[in-house]
C-alpha cells in the first residue's frame, strides 16, 4: 500500500501528514532515518521502512528518541543526509544531546521531525516541542497542510546544509493524521557515500566561541526565512485585523474569514519559519495594521516572539493592539478548531452573534443522554489479567500498596479496566525511578508495598537505567515487565525484544530475563492469564526485599488474534449465573469489565458478546457460580499449553 | 425537515462536508481512505481529518472527508457545516449531531448499538435507540435507519459493515461518487481474494438506499 516510492512525482496522491513528510525525506535524498514510535509521529518512520524495502535508504527503530537522534547524526558527520523522528515527549529525552549538538554543528542535513499532540489526544502531556528550537538556536519550520509538510522536510535538508545546523519542523496531530490529495516530487538518484573526515572533528569546545558560531547561523537562518516561499501573505493591503498563523491553525483562521466573508476586512500572514522569526517580513505587515490576531497550537510561541520583536520596532510602527492567548480571545489549554477561529474573529470584529439556535436546542436535548465511552483494554488483552492479579495480591497483603505506572496500553491501569490500580504515570521508564525513591523511604519507615509495572519496549527506551540504579542502591522495588512482544500502544513496531528490526530483518532478541539477572537482579517469570497462580507469586515477591523483578510474559491480544486466535468458546451457564441474586454484584460485567462479557437486562443475567468475545477465556476464573463456561475449539495457534489458565480460584 | 433528498442541491456543495463517525475497530478509517482515494481520482481535492488516539482501544473515531474542486480545505469542518454523515454507531451519530449537523444534514446510520464499557458495567445507561432515531430524524433532512450489522455478518463479519455503509453513500441521489470509483479503489488496496466480498458488500449498501427511497 506504499503511496510514497513512486520515481517520478504525480500530480495528486491522497498523502496522510506523516507520509507527506517521508515522501519530502526520500525527495531530499536521504539516506538514514531513525525515531522512536510515539503517536502522533509513529507513521514517519513505518512509511520509511516501507519504502526501504525498494529504495537505499536505512530505517530503525532506535531503542529511544537520544539514541534515534545520535545515531541519525553519525549519518549527518558522515555527510549523508539523515532524519530523526519523535513525538513531543522524544525531543525531551533527545534534548540533552540535541543543545550539544547544536553547539558542534553538523554537515550532512540532518532534520529533527517533532509532532505534538494537542489536546493531549494520544499523549501523556500537551507539550509545545518549539521550544527546543529556540534553546537550541536552531531553525524551525512549520507546515499547515501535508503538501508544505512534503515541501518544507524537503527544503529543512538544504537549509541545514546551508547554515551547518539541525532544522526542526513541527508537525502536530490533525496534520500528522490529516490525509489530502498531494503533489509530489521526483525521486533523486540515492547516492550516499557516508565518509568522516578525520580532520574536521564536532565538539562543543571552546564553548563560547561555538556558541558565538550558532547564533551567527541563526543571523544566517533569518536572511533565508525573510524570502522563504511558504511565508505568505493573503489579504487587503492595509487591513483591520492582521491573523498571524503557523501550522494546522492557519487552515482554521483561513476558512473562518472565508465563513464570516472578511476578505476584505483581515488579512492572514502564514509563517512557514516560526524560529528565528522573519523579523522584516513581520515589520511589513506589522506596519499595515494596527490589530494583531495570533493562531497557533500549543504555547503562544510565535505570540510571544512578535511581541518582543514589536516592542524592539516600536518607535518605527506605534503601538498594536494584540489578541490571542494572552488576551483571552484563544484558549492556552487544548487544541485550535475553527469554531475557536469563528468565535476570535467575531469577538474582535463585533460581528453579531451566529445563529447558533440548532446547536443549542440539540444540546439540550442530547446532552445528558450521551455516555462518554471509557477507555478499556481490549477483548483477551494480557493485561487485564496482571492487574486483577495485582489487584488480589494487594488487597492480599493489606498495608495500602499501589502501582507505580508508566507509559503504554497499560497506562489504562489508572482507569477502572485496570481496577484504577496505578496511582501515577508520568514519563517513559519513570515507574521505576519513582519505585527506586520508594524503596528508598523503608529507611524511614514507609512499610506500603509499591509494584511499578512497565512494558517490554518501555523497559529497554528509559527504564534500564533505573533498575541499574536500583541494583546500585540496594533499593526495595519490584518491577513487572509487562512483555507482551510488541510496542502495542502505537501500532506493533519491533524492539530489542523482539528480534526483528524495522526494515523487518531478522535480529538477535535481547533477553529480558537474562539481562536482568546479569545485573544480579533475580527474576520470576509468570503468566497473566493465570490470575490466581500469579496474584500467588506476586503476593510472595511483596513480602520480599532488594530488586525484584517479575516478568509476566502473554502475546498482545491483537496480535494472538492475528496469529492463529484463541483456543476457547465462552458462554455463561444460564442455570449457573445467579444474576441479580448471587449477591456478587454483577461482579463480572462491573468490576472485571471485559468487553466480550455483557449484563442482558432481559434475562437479568450475565452474557458472552459472541461478536467482541475472543476467547482467552481467563473470565471463567472470576464467577464465584463457575457460570461461565470455557468449551476449548481446537481453533487457537498458541495451543492449550500456551493459553489455558489454572481455572484456581482466589477464596 | 423530512423532504428527502432528490435534486439536492447539498450534494453539490463545495466543499462537500461528510462526517463518518462509530467506534474503533469498525473500519472507519478505512472507509474513509477508500473514499479519499476513489475522489482523488476523480479530480477532486480532498482532505481528510481523523481523530484517533487512544481509540483503537473502544473509543469514538470521527474522520472529516472534504471533497472541493477549488481547493484543499482543512482537516476540520467548521461547527454545524456537515453535509452528510455516516453514522457506523447511532450513540456516536447523536454525539456529533450539535457539533456538525443542521436542518439540512442528510444521515446514512447503522441502527446496531455498541455498548460502551461504562455501560456494560452499569454505571451509565445508554439511550433509548428508538429515541436516537427520532431525534436524528427530527434534526436533520433525511435519516436512512439501515440495520446493516447482520448483512454486514451475513457477508463474512462486522468489518464488512463499513463498505456496506460506504455503498449506501454512493446510492445517495447527488453524491458524487459511485460504487465504480470505490471500485477502483478497493482494487488499489485490497488483495485480488478480497476484492469480491467488498463489491457485495457496495451492492448490498446500495440496495438499502434504494430499497428505502421507494
Same mark, same amino acid.
Given at each position: 500500500m506504499s503511496m510514497i516510492t513512486h520515481k517520478t512525482g504525480r500530480p495528486a496522491v491522497l498523502l496522510q501528514g506523516n507520509e507527506a513528510i517521508a515522501r519530502g525525506a526520500l525527495e531530499a535524498g536521504v539516506a538514514f532515518c531513525a525515531g522512536y514510535p510515539g503517536n502522533? +509521529?509513529?507513521e514517519i518512520i513505518e512509511t520509511l521502512a516501507h519504502a526501504a524495502r525498494d529504495l537505499p535508504v536505512y530505517v530503525e527503530w532506535s531503542t529511544n528518541e537520544k539514541v534515534a537522534l545520535e545515531a541519525a547524526t553519525a549519518a549527518s558527520f558522515a555527510g549523508c543526509r539523515a532524519i530523526a523522528c519523535m513525538k513531543q515527549n522524544g525531543v525531551n529525552v533527545a534534548s540533552d544531546f540535541l543543545t550539544n549538538l547544536t553547539l558542534s554543528g553538523t554537515k550532512g542535513g540532518l532534520v529533527l521531525v517533532t509532532c505534538d499532540d494537542p489536546g493531549g489526544i494520544s499523549s501523556t502531556n500537551e507539550e509545545d516541542a518549539r521550544w527546543f528550537a529556540r534553546m537550541a538556536e536552531i531553525p524551525l519550520l512549520e507546515p499547515a497542510t501535508p503538501r508544505e509538510a512534503l515541501l518544507m522536510t524537503r527544503r529543512a535538508f538544504e537549509l541545514s546544509e546551508e547554515i551547518k545546523n539541525v532544522v526542526m519542523v513541527r508537525s502536530v496531530s490533525r496534520l500528522s493524521h490529516t490525509r489530502a490529495s498531494t503533489r509530489t516530487g521526483d525521486l533523486p538518484g540515492f547516492d550516499a557515500a557516508p565518509r568522516f573526515d578525520p580532520r574536521v572533528p564536532f565538539h562543543t569546545f571552546p564553548v563560547v566561541p561555538k556558541h558565538r558560531e550558532r547564533r551567527k547561523k541563526l543571523d544566517t537562518a533569518v536572511a533565508l526565512s525573510e524570502s522563504f516561499s511558504l511565508n505568505r501573505y493573503a489579504g487587503?493591503? %492595509?487591513?483591520?485585523l492582521l491573523v498571524i498563523s503557523s501550522g494546522c491553525a492557519w487552515n482554521y483562521a483561513q476558512e473562518a474569514v472565508e465563513i464570516l466573508e472578511l476578505e476584505q476586512r483581515v488579512g492572514i500572514l502564514k509563517l512557514?519559519?516560526?524560529?528565528?522569526?522573519?523579523a522584516d517580513l513581520i515589520e511589513r505587515y506589522l506596519l499595515s495594521c494596527d490589530r494583531v490576531l495570533f493562531a497557533e497550537d500549543v504555547d503562544a510561541f510565535v505570540e510571544d516572539g512578535v511581541k518582543a520583536l514589536a516592542a524592539d520596532m516600536g518607535e518605527r510602527i506605534g503601538l498594536k493592539r494584540f489578541y490571542g492567548k494572552a488576551s483571552g480571545?484563544?484558549?492556552?489549554?487544548g487544541e485550535l478548531s475553527p469554531a475557536h477561529l469563528l468565535e476570535a474573529l467575531a469577538r474582535i470584529l463585533d460581528l453579531p452573534a451566529p445563529d447558533d439556535a440548532y446547536r443549542k436546542e440539540i444540546s439540550e436535548k442530547v446532552a445528558d443522554a450521551v455516555p462518554q465511552r471509557e477507555f478499556g483494554f481490549c477483548p483477551g488483552c494480557p493485561h487485564r489479567g496482571t492487574y486483577f492479579a495485582i489487584k488480589t495480591a494487594l488487597a492480599w497483603d493489606g498495608r495500602d500498596g499501589f502501582v507505580s505506572g508508566d507509559i503504554g496500553?497499560?497506562?489504562?491501569?489508572?482507569?477502572p479496566t485496570g481496577?484504577?490500580? /496505578?496511582?501515577s504515570v508520568h514519563a517513559m521508564g519513570s515507574g521505576l525511578g519513582l519505585a527506586c525513591g520508594y524503596g528508598k523511604l523503608t529507611k524511614f519507615g514507609f512499610d506500603q508495598p509499591v509494584v511499578t509495572v512497565c512494558g517490554d519496549s518501555t523497559f529497554f527506551h528509559a527504564a534500564l537505567p533505573a533498575l541499574v540504579n536500583a541494583r546500585f542502591n540496594s533499593a526495595d522495588i519490584l518491577l513487572l /515487565?509487562?512483555?507482551? +512482544?510488541?510496542?502495542?500502544?502505537?501500532?506493533?513496531q519491533p524492539h530489542p525484544?523482539?528480534?526483528?528490526?524495522? +526494515?523487518?530483518d531478522k535480529t538477535a532478541p535481547v533477553d529480558i530475563e537474562g539481562l536482568c539477572r546479569s545485573l544480579g537482579v533475580p527474576v520470576t517469570v509468570a503468566d497473566p492469564y493465570r490470575m490466581a497462580e500469579t496474584a500467588r507469586t506476586l503476593y510472595g515477591l511483596m513480602q520480599e526485599s532488594g530488586p525484584r523483578v517479575l516478568v509476566l510474559r502473554r502475546k498482545c491480544a491483537l496480535v494472538q488474534g492475528r496469529e492463529g486466535g484463541f483456543p476457547f468458546r465462552m458462554r455463561v451457564a444460564e442455570d449457573r449465573c445467579?444474576?441479580?441474586?448471587?449477591?456478587?454484584? %454483577?461482579y463480572c460485567t462491573r468490576?472485571? %469489565?471485559?468487553?466480550g462479557l455483557v449484563w442482558d437486562e432481559a434475562s437479568g443475567k450475565a452474557r458472552i458478546d459472541e461478536v467482541i468475545? /475472543?476467547?482467552?477465556?481467563?473470565?471463567?476464573?472470576?464467577c464465584p457460580q463457575d457460570a461461565i463456561v470455557r468449551e476449548e475449539t481446537?481453533?487457537?495457534?498458541?495451543?492449550p499449553g500456551n493459553a /489455558?489458565?489454572?481455572?484456581e480460584k482466589e477464596k | 425537515m423530512n423532504t428527502g433528498i432528490g435534486n439536492s442541491t447539498d450534494m453539490a456543495a463545495d466543499p462537500l462536508n461528510l462526517i463518518i463517525t462509530g467506534v474503533g475497530g469498525q473500519g472507519n478509517v478505512l472507509a474513509s481512505q477508500i473514499l479519499g482515494r476513489a475522489a482523488v481520482q476523480r479530480g477532486f481535492n480532498v482532505t481528510i481529518g481523523e481523530t484517533f488516539g487512544?481509540?483503537?482501544?473502544?473509543g469514538a473515531v470521527m474522520s472529516h472527508v472534504r471533497l472541493s474542486t477549488k481547493k484543499n480545505y482543512g482537516p476540520i469542518i467548521p461547527?454545524?457545516?456537515?453535509?452528510?454523515v455516516m453514522g457506523l454507531e447511532p450513540l456516536e451519530t447523536l454525539r456529533i449531531l450539535a457539533e456538525y449537523g443542521n436542518p439540512e444534514t442528510v444521515f446514512v446510520v447503522n441502527s446496531r448499538p455498541i455498548h460502551p464499557l461504562n455501560v456494560i458495567s452499569g454505571d451509565v445507561a445508554y439511550p433509548d435507540v428508538a429515541w436516537i432515531r427520532e431525534t436524528l430524524e427530527g434534526a436533520s433532512?433525511?435519516?436512512?435507519?439501515?440495520?446493516a450489522t447482520p448483512l454486514a455478518v451475513e457477508l463474512?463479519?462486522?468489518?464488512m459493515l463499513n463498505m456496506i455503509m460506504v455503498g449506501a453513500l454512493c446510492a445517495?441521489?447527488?453524491?458524487?461518487?459511485d460504487s465504480g470509483d470505490i471500485r477502483g479503489a478497493l482494487a488499489e488496496v485490497f488483495p485480488e481474494s478480497k476484492l469480491e466480498q467488498n463489491y457485495r458488500a457496495l451492492e448490498t449498501g446500495g440496495s438499502l438506499v434504494s430499497h428505502d427511497e421507494n
Open positions: 502522533p +509521529s509513529s487587503p493591503d %492595509r487591513p483591520e512557514g519559519t516560526t524560529w528565528p522569526l522573519p480571545h484563544l484558549p492556552f489549554c496500553c497499560y497506562t489504562m491501569g489508572i482507569w481496577f484504577n490500580q /496505578v496511582k /515487565v509487562l512483555d507482551n +512482544s510488541a510496542t502495542a500502544m502505537t501500532g506493533f525484544g523482539t528480534g526483528f528490526t524495522a +526494515s523487518g445467579l444474576g441479580e441474586a448471587c449477591g456478587c454484584g %454483577r468490576i472485571f %469489565r471485559c468487553p468475545c /475472543v476467547g482467552c477465556g481467563i473470565c471463567a476464573d472470576i481446537g481453533a487457537g495457534g498458541a495451543g /489455558v489458565p489454572t481455572g | 487512544l481509540s483503537q482501544r473502544g461547527p454545524n457545516r456537515g453535509h452528510l433532512r433525511r435519516l436512512f435507519w439501515l440495520d463474512g463479519g462486522p468489518i445517495l441521489p447527488g453524491f458524487p461518487l
